[in-house]
């Protein structure tokens, strides 16, 4: 009998239409395009704006996508993850809402929470639940409205931020491509560096919480690139070591889009050249737990069925880690 692996066989992407570029920002908040363009690499953000719209809008957008280009029966979904750090609200699961409304009415859902790393740990997740055997259909969606808590008055995470949403279908797969290995890792010693303070059962909302503004991210971005650069290139190194990969075996590098330079050093340390290494994060800046689908969606027509793919990501707890996936398709 064959081994099974999960493979994704299918990607969907949602991006809302307003751009809030460098220019924009400036008339905002103390800085500026060369500023924000040598420090991150990042030119424009995507916001969604109206009103009572949440991250559930942008993954709905993005599964509806999916489906339509790849024409999979919604009811024929097994499960729905929703990797996000911006929960529509604090008890009802976002992605139940998301399977309802997309017509994965056979499927159960939940949400996943490890900030960047989100649809990182959720690959993992939807790989381990194809390869049970027990599910066929595994839709895997990250989608974060990140406007909603950042403080557009705190130049040091307005400018780094975006919304959106990307989605992926994992299916089984017997002929050796899928989800090959991961190495995922976290440390508690994150906690304080990368944050909100407050609306969680150790300080709940409150008057005071709100007039302090400590609903908003903080982020102690000097620590926190320290440990990404570190970190995301470790496990990217580690990973092709377990798997006898040279740099002439990996087609592409995935990394999460947080910062330009941190992208770079974990290119530098795999020895990959440039034209190996997927950025798109000057279009969408930081959208947290979408990066990564937005980048195969962005790229899908380059992608080959065989192709090499090390995924990577750094996010706040802290929480990191790197996955070996060997691509399943052509784009048709």
């Not at 944050?195 to 005071?208: M, R, T, V």
């Not at 969408?284 to 065989?306: C, I, M, Q, R, V």
């Not at 090390?310 to 052509?330: C, E, M, S």
């Amino acid at each position: 009998m064959n081994t099974i692996t999960a493979a994704i066989t299918a990607v969907g992407a949602y991006v809302p239409d307003f751009v809030l570029s460098n220019q924009l920002l400036e008339t905002m908040v103390d800085t500026n395009d060369e500023w924000i363009t040598t420090r991150t690499g990042i030119k424009e953000r995507r916001i969604l704006k109206g009103d009572k719209l949440g991250t559930s809008y942008l993954a709905i957008k993005a599964a509806e996508n999916l489906i339509e280009k790849s024409g999979v029966n919604p009811a024929e979904i097994d499960l729905v993850i929703v990797a996000t750090t911006t929960a529509d609200m604090p008890v009802a699961a976002t992605a139940v809402y998301v399977a309802t409304q997309i017509g994965a009415v056979n499927a159960f859902a939940y949400d996943l929470q490890a900030a960047c790393s989100g649809f990182l740990y959720g690959m993992s997740t939807a790989s381990s639940f194809i390869q049970s055997g027990k599910y066929k259909k595994v839709l895997l969606i990250g989608a974060d409205k990140m406007s909603s808590i950042i403080d557009y008055t705190d130049r040091a995470t307005c400018i780094i931020f975006g919304d959106g949403a990307g989605a992926v279908l994992f299916e089984p797969n017997t002929d050796g491509l899928g989800l090959i290995d991961e190495i995922l890792r976290s440390d508690g010693i994150g906690r304080e560096y990368l944050k909100i303070d407050a609306g969680g059962s150790i300080l709940p909302a409150s008057k005071e919480t709100v007039e302090n503004r400590q609903h908003y991210v903080f982020q102690d971005g000097k620590t926190v690139f320290k440990y990404a650069v570190t970190g995301m290139a470790d496990v990217s190194e580690k990973i092709m070591q377990k798997n006898n990969l040279t740099k002439d075996d990996v087609n592409w590098l995935v990394a999460h889009q947080a910062n330009k330079r941190i992208i770079d050093a974990t290119a530098s340390r795999m020895e990959l050249e440039e034209d190996k290494v997927l950025v798109n994060i000057e279009k969408y800046g930081n959208t947290t737990s979408a990066t990564l689908p937005l980048l195969l969606s962005d790229f899908e027509h380059k992608l080959k069925k065989g192709d090499n793919l090390i995924f990577a990501a750094f996010g706040g707890g802290f929480t990191w880690g790197a996955i070996y996936l060997k691509w399943a398709y052509n784009k048709q």
